[in-house]
């Protein structure tokens, strides 16, 4: 990454620098670019899952006469052929390939043939897996497997439950998923809470509020699956996203009542919510009560705060949280100083932005691509062209792509000014360095020109 040049130096003085579920509601009805990524959820052990079979790339085609050939083969000189990993590995790489009818003949093959072969769980949730991912689509040929596995002593489990969610959700199958979650909870085993909650996530991307609060309401009454902390936090962090922060304090109500303690996830969602939104205040009062709690801020609390106090305009407010974090031990990343500077560029105060990407680097933090197109649209917005010229030159030798937004906004700047084979020379440094596509970089830069060129003929200041 380039350094600043010497001529950003002067802004570097700026003293300014630093029973039914509570779930559904009574009158409950359906349903920046730049953000401060967010740390990882709450740890979430996944089932044991027993270890796949290691394919073996012997069919080239799907034809069940060939497959069952390749095997007698197989049965005349392999020494494995006792191994049931073996024929596992047989049954996984043919089903790749073929349609479930095949396969499920050819494990009968397998069988006949070899009667020493005893068919396990695994081998099930082969074809079960196979089953999910069907062209066929109702739950029929999933039925079919898990009818030959019991049919064969062995009873559906947790982990045939996992797979088969899972399979399904990947088919973007979610409504069959809640389907046979319910049939398999009702005959067999109800899911764990880690399976429960990757289904209660997957609908909460796709399904309507109403149709997840049903769901995880119908699992509590009829089966007893319970909604943990995990499930809590992912439904706020969707409310979250959709800008209703009314029903996630709801949430936060609900779950209090039930016993759960709010971690510094569920906090930094809540507050991330509020941040979206500009409401600045209500993050920083999250804040309070999460300290309040005893629960510690981590380096995204603080990420999240000063994007929040940023771009709700209390940008004071937002440097003093920089020095209330590095007190606290946690170290600013390229995420806090770019977040601050946006902030800073759009009250107007783009030199004292410029002035923090020095000291960014100083500290041994290197800016990335989005540091630097925040300076430069600062730049730009405040009509400091030369320094603005001066960052675009770090930003080629480099080799940092512009963004769509401070590429037009450059690109007109230049315009504006007369500074016509800049914005040319800005043009083939987007082409080049694959910033943006051909098609979007000349359709900027022509309706730029277009404008310009208006603007001039009707004497109007550009």
């Known amino acids: 990454m380039g350094k600043v040049p010497p001529s950003f130096r002067s802004a570097l003085s700026n003293p300014n620098l630093f029973n039914r579920s509570q779930l559904v509601p009574s009158n409950s009805s359906p349903k920046p670019q730049y953000f401060p990524k967010k740390n990882p959820p709450p740890k979430s052990r996944k089932p044991i899952l027993p270890p796949k079979p290691k394919s073996i790339s ?40 073929s349609t479930i009818n095949d396969s499920i003949a050819f494990l009968l093959h397998m069988t006949k043939t070899h009667p020493s072969f005893s068919p396990d769980k695994s081998t099930y949730h082969i074809l079960l897996t196979q089953s999910c991912k069907s062209s066929d689509s109702t739950l029929s040929p999933i039925h079919q497997i898990l009818n030959l596995m019991v049919s064969h002593g062995l009873t559906p489990d947790q982990v045939t439950v996992d797979l088969s969610v899972r399979a399904l959700c990947s088919a973007d199958r979610v409504d069959d998923a809640v389907q046979l979650i319910l049939e398999l909870s009702s005959k067999h085993c109800c899911p764990d809470i880690y399976t429960f909650n990757f289904l209660v996530k997957n609908l909460c991307k796709s399904r309507t509020l109403s149709t997840v609060y049903n769901f995880i309401d119908e699992m509590r009454t009829t089966f007893d699956v ?77 990420n999240t705060l000063i994007y929040g106090l940023s771009k709700s305009g209390r940008v004071s407010e937002a440097k003093k949280l920089l020095r209330v974090m590095v007190e606290r031990g946690h170290f600013p990343d390229e995420i806090t100083y770019t977040t601050l500077m946006n902030g800073m560029c759009r009250k107007g105060e783009t030199l004292v932005a410029l002035a923090l990407l020095e000291e960014m680097e100083r500290k041994g933090c290197t800016p990335n691509s989005c540091t630097y197109n925040t300076l430069l649209h600062g730049l730009c917005k405040s009509r400091i062209f030369d320094k603005a010229m001066e960052l675009y030159g770090v930003m080629k030798s480099g080799d940092l792509k512009l963004d769509m937004a401070s590429y037009a906004t450059f690109v007109r700047a230049l315009c504006s000014v007369g500074r016509i084979a800049d914005a040319y020379e800005v043009f083939d440094y987007a082409v080049e360095s694959k910033s943006l596509t051909d098609v979007a970089a000349y359709s900027t830069l022509e309706s730029t020109l277009k404008w310009f060129k208006k603007a001039k003929e009707e004497g109007l200041q550009v």
């Open 58 to 97: 012997l069919f080239k085609s799907p034809n069940l006469q060939d497959a069952k050939n390749i095997f007698n083969s197989i049965l005349k000189t392999s020494k494995a052929a006792n191994d049931s990993r073996f024929h596992n590995s047989l049954l996984q790489s043919y089903a790749s390939i």
């Open 226 to 302: 319970k909604p943990d902390l995990v499930t809590y936090t992912i439904l706020i962090d969707n409310v979250c996203n959709t800008k209703n922060l009314r029903e996630a304090m709801r949430l936060v109500e609900i779950l209090d009542k039930e016993g759960f303690k709010p971690d510094r996830f569920l906090y930094n969602t809540i507050m991330k919510g509020f941040c979206m939104l500009g409401r600045g205040t209500e993050a920083v009062e999250i804040y309070n009560k999460m300290k309040e709690k005893g629960v510690e801020p981590d380096l995204v609390t603080y």
